[in-house]
């Protein structure tokens, strides 16, 4: 990943944060990210994912690198909770 693509994931995180922030008091948070492998990981914390997706899905689709996709976890961390892949 260039220091171009860097940046733009930073500045997608902190749009998402402040738009999770400014439009739905008590849906969730930006909590960091990790690269990787030619990847990039944005994580986002709440208790209604759908709620926090419909937050975030703008600046999610607005970032420039394809294929991605978003990972909808339904209830605590664990490796047995329902998920659902969504592709951006």
């Known amino acids: 990943m260039t220091q171009t693509q860097w940046s733009l994931v930073f500045e997608a995180e ?5 738009a999770a922030a400014a439009a739905a008091a008590g849906v969730g948070e930006v909590d960091g990210n990790e690269f990787g492998g ?5 994580f986002a914390y709440g208790p209604d994912a759908d709620a926090l997706y419909r937050v975030m899905e703008p600046g999610l689709r607005a970032l420039p690198f ?6 909808l976890r ?5 490796a ?3 998920s659902e892949r969504v592709e951006l």
């Open 38 to 42: 030619g990847k990039a990981v944005i």
């Open 66 to 71: 394809r294929p991605a996709h978003v990972v």
């Open 14 to 18: 902190r749009s998402i944060g402040a």
């Open 74 to 78: 339904y209830g605590e961390p664990a």
């Open 80 to 82: 047995d909770v329902v």
